[in-house]
């Protein structure tokens, strides 16, 4: 078979923060489904990877529901619902799209959904009966099909804490004389008409459940499930309330009295609790959905069914993701969102395992304002910007690193080598403040005990050291995720007058550039600092506008900057007379309004790797080639034009990046990000032509489930330093690159380079 040109290797996403957005697929090995933005993810727990994504919907996913078999094979179809007042109805075949169908009628945004398969008569096929509900306070049903006639169990929660637990039963027509006498339970009865045959019910309270300690927000029933051939009905019920935690419910043996069985939660963290729960097609496993949309999974132990673990499952950020950057080793990525927190994901090399799965290794900033930009001075030092005047730069701790080389299999001694000897151990955020604090071995080991708390605390002191190291072999769970992952700020810079927009750092990592968002050419000016000092070197001042991205050029000659304003500026570095003194730059090149050629916002640039070419997408759809750029040439003024034709690409385009590697005809490769959330791969060259003709080539182009389905902010490919991933007896070469978006996703693509 011939492997694809473009594949997509790894999806980190997190449900949306609603109740409903999560249903686990009954049937042997069940999928879990769950809405990310406007999109539905299926997720294989047991390997734990995403296996595919539905993409139909325009608007945030409210609602999911596996539709669940009678005869315990795994679910083929599921039903949605979204913001875009639509129910979808979606078939799969081998976990992959088959059909999906769009019913439009509600006229507000679909809150809840669900569907059963019904029998008409005996032999007759199963028809689907779909429920619906909606803002616009109606309830629609998408199909009208017949009922079966046995007791039912329906469980409500509420605000109140409660559970109740109710029995709807077909009540006999006969009418039986009964002694007053008999305490009977108080039932509500009504009557149904269909075709002329009155059916009448009765609903009665079989229990009320207490034992939540804020409001439950969800209960879901065990699904039936086959063990050796037969046909299990467990009654059991789990509930996942606010006050952190899950309870399984069932009925005692002897008495029937429903009775608490298990109880499994989150411990600190500054959180809120959670949304929605599930069980797995035989109850083994469980998962809880939180506030801050992370799920949490537990395993039942098969030696022990009291006793139930906490499990790996994805995760990833809960709203838009506005930058991300690979380590300078190619081995991990950092992302930050306008969810506040910057998120580091790492490979997880199992010994003996072929299979590499990628988590979320560290948490490094949760912030209190929406982060926008980040870039990474060596392999384990970033600087991240966020929607306030300062920027803020991190190192790595200690226990990050030995958790980093443990989780990936690389060599502690090898990667601690270029690192400072006096590394602290972890970092915490102290009360009422905004900077992760440093915390060393000494702060560690001076926590008191609790009895020593006990004894000698007058209720006054109060010890703020949350971190506690550990040395994990596997990616950690959420709520270590939130309180033992921190990485310690090292230093805050300060020169902006408004909101940090973007930043770059040259490829000696000597060099920070910073600019700020601006409606005047003074606060437009962009900022170099030294990554030593961390003084300011200079003030760059000519764009009008907030300039929206900015890009050394490989060679450190250049810097690029590219402006809401419609033009870019490209400033050239001056020989300095010793190296010990800052590099200055000056105005090389530009664009004004005569010469652009964008119309519309530039959003992106990016640089060949031979430092000749630069490349800009704007909101104009197009992508233009400029140079050549010869540093070389001393002269003052100079007027560098488009070197290419220029490139359509069909949609608003908000990010652009260049391969570090060019293909085997020697032709660029460019990823484009578009709006609208596809990525497009086309490769260039110059064919000194006058105009240049065919110079671009559209190689490939992401399918709907491999799309983003929001705008994309940026595209990142990873530096091979020489070397590319080998598989396979045929050679196949392949390059990866990561790509971010509003849809609140990353992912991590791979290119066959021999197919370009």
Request: proline share 4%.
């Given at each position: 078979m011939v492997a694809p040109v473009l594949q997509t290797s790894h999806v980190f996403c997190c449900p949306n923060r609603v109740r409903g957005a999560l249903s686990w697929s009954s049937g042997p090995g069940g999928l879990l489904a769950f809405g990310t933005s406007c999109s539905v993810v299926l997720y294989d727990p047991r390997k734990r990877v995403v296996v595919t994504n539905l993409n139909g919907h325009t608007a945030r996913v409210n609602c999911i529901q596996w539709i669940c078999k009678q005869d315990g094979f795994p679910s083929t179809e599921l039903v949605s619902g979204g913001s875009d007042n639509q129910v979808i109805h979606w078939e799969t075949e081998n976990n992959q799209l088959l059909k999906a169908v769009h019913l439009h009628g509600h006229e507000g945004p679909v809150y809840a959904v669900h569907a059963v398969y019904q029998r008409r008569a005996p032999g007759v096929a199963l028809h689907t009966l779909i429920v619906s509900a909606a803002s616009d306070s109606t309830v629609r049903v998408w199909s009208k099909k017949g009922s079966e006639g046995r007791d039912l169990f329906l469980a409500s929660c509420s605000q109140d804490c409660l559970i109740r637990i109710w029995r709807l039963y077909i009540k006999s027509t006969s009418l039986e004389t009964q002694d007053d006498d008999t305490i009977r339970l108080k039932e509500n009865t009504f009557i149904v008409e269909n075709e002329s045959i009155k059916i009448a019910f009765a609903v009665t309270l079989e229990t009320v459940l207490a034992g939540h300690e804020n409001w439950v927000n969800a209960v879901h029933w065990q699904p039936s499930f086959y063990r050796d051939g037969v046909l299990q009905r467990p009654m059991r019920l789990l509930s996942a309330s606010m006050d952190k935690t899950m309870i399984l419910w069932a009925p005692d043996e002897e008495s029937g009295v429903w009775l608490e069985q298990v109880r499994v939660g989150e411990v600190g963290g500054n959180t809120l609790g959670f949304y929605d729960c599930q069980f797995n097609e035989d109850g083994s496993m469980i998962i809880a959905h939180a506030f801050h949309g992370a799920l949490h999974l537990w395993k039942q132990n098969a030696a022990n069914p009291r006793?139930?673990?906490?499990?790996?499952?994805?995760?990833?950020?809960?709203?838009?993701?506005?930058?991300?950057?690979?380590?300078?080793?190619?081995?991990?990525?950092?992302?930050?969102?306008?969810?506040?927190?910057?998120?580091?994901?790492?490979?997880?090399?199992?010994?003996?395992?072929?299979?590499?799965?990628?988590?979320?290794i560290a948490r490094p900033q949760i912030h209190g304002y929406d982060l926008k930009c980040l870039v990474m001075i060596n392999r384990f030092q970033f600087v991240s910007g966020a929607d306030e005047k300062v920027l803020r730069v991190f190192s790595a701790p200690r226990?990050?690193?030995?958790?980093?080389?443990?989780?990936?299999?690389?060599?502690?001694?090898?990667?601690?080598?270029?690192?400072?000897?006096?590394?602290?151990?972890?970092?915490?955020?102290?009360?009422?403040?905004?900077?992760?604090?440093?915390?060393?071995?000494?702060?560690?080991?001076?926590?008191?005990?609790?009895?020593?708390?006990?004894?000698?605390?007058?209720?006054?002191?109060?010890?703020?050291?949350?971190?506690?190291?550990?040395?994990?072999?596997?990616?950690?769970?959420?709520?270590?995720?939130?309180?033992?992952?921190?990485?310690?700020?090292?230093?805050?810079?300060?020169?902006h007058g408004y909101e940090i927009f973007c930043v770059a750092c040259n490829n000696s990592k000597t060099l920070l550039a910073s600019a700020c968002k601006a409606a005047k050419k003074e606060h437009a000016a962009i900022i170099l600092?030294?990554?030593?000092?961390?003084?300011?070197?200079?003030?760059?001042?000519?764009?009008?506008?907030?300039?929206t991205q900015m890009a050394f050029s490989p060679n450190d000659k250049f810097l690029l900057a590219v402006s809401r304003d419609r033009t870019w500026s490209l400033w050239k570095r001056q020989d300095t007379i010793s190296p010990e003194l800052d590099p200055i730059f000056s105005l090389f090149a530009f664009t004004n309004k005569i010469t652009a050629v964008h119309s519309r916002i530039i959003w992106s640039c990016d640089w060949s790797p031979d430092s000749k070419f630069f490349f800009t997408g704007s909101r104009d759809k197009k992508v233009v080639v400029w140079g050549e750029c010869d540093s070389s040439d001393d002269s003052i003024e100079h007027s560098i034009g488009p070197c290419s034709s220029v490139l359509d690409v069909g949609g608003s385009v908000t990010a652009v990046s260049v391969c570090p590697v060019l293909n085997l005809s020697q032709r660029y490769i460019?990823?484009?990000?578009?709006?609208?959330?596809?990525?497009?791969?086309?490769?260039?060259?110059?064919?000194?032509?006058?105009?240049?003709?065919?110079?671009?080539?559209?190689?490939?182009?992401?399918?709907?489930?491999?799309?983003?389905?929001?705008?994309?902010?940026?595209?990142?490919?990873?530096?091979?330093?020489?070397?590319?991933?080998?598989?396979?007896?045929?050679?196949?070469?392949?390059?990866?690159?990561?790509?971010?978006?509003?849809?609140?996703?990353?992912?991590?693509?791979?290119?066959?380079?021999?197919?370009?």
């Open positions: 006793e139930w673990t906490p499990e790996i499952v994805i995760s990833g950020h809960f709203d838009g993701v506005q930058d991300l950057m690979w380590d300078p080793e190619g081995e991990f990525i950092i992302t930050v969102g306008t969810d506040q927190t910057t998120r580091l994901f790492a490979p997880w090399k199992i010994k003996d395992q072929s299979q590499v799965t990628w988590h979320e226990n990050f690193v030995e958790n980093f080389c443990a989780i990936t299999g690389q060599s502690l001694n090898h990667v601690l080598c270029n690192q400072d000897s006096d590394l602290p151990e972890g970092a915490t955020v102290p009360a009422l403040g905004l900077s992760n604090k440093a915390v060393f071995q000494g702060d560690i080991a001076s926590q008191p005990s609790d009895e020593e708390e006990l004894l000698t605390s007058t209720g006054l002191e109060h010890h703020q050291v949350a971190f506690q190291p550990s040395i994990l072999t596997e990616p950690p769970t959420e709520d270590h995720l939130l309180q033992n992952t921190l990485w310690p700020e090292v230093q805050k810079l300060y020169g600092w030294n990554t030593t000092s961390w003084k300011q070197v200079q003030n760059l001042v000519f764009h009008s506008l907030t300039v460019v990823a484009v990000g578009l709006e609208c959330g596809k990525i497009c791969l086309y490769t260039w060259k110059k064919t000194d032509q006058v105009p240049e003709v065919n110079d671009w080539t559209h190689c490939v182009e992401t399918s709907q489930s491999q799309s983003h389905t929001l705008a994309i902010r940026k595209l990142c490919w990873k530096n091979c330093n020489g070397k590319t991933e080998q598989k396979g007896a045929e050679g196949t070469e392949w390059l990866h690159f990561a790509s971010c978006g509003e849809d609140h996703t990353v992912k991590i693509y791979r290119v066959n380079r021999c197919a370009l």
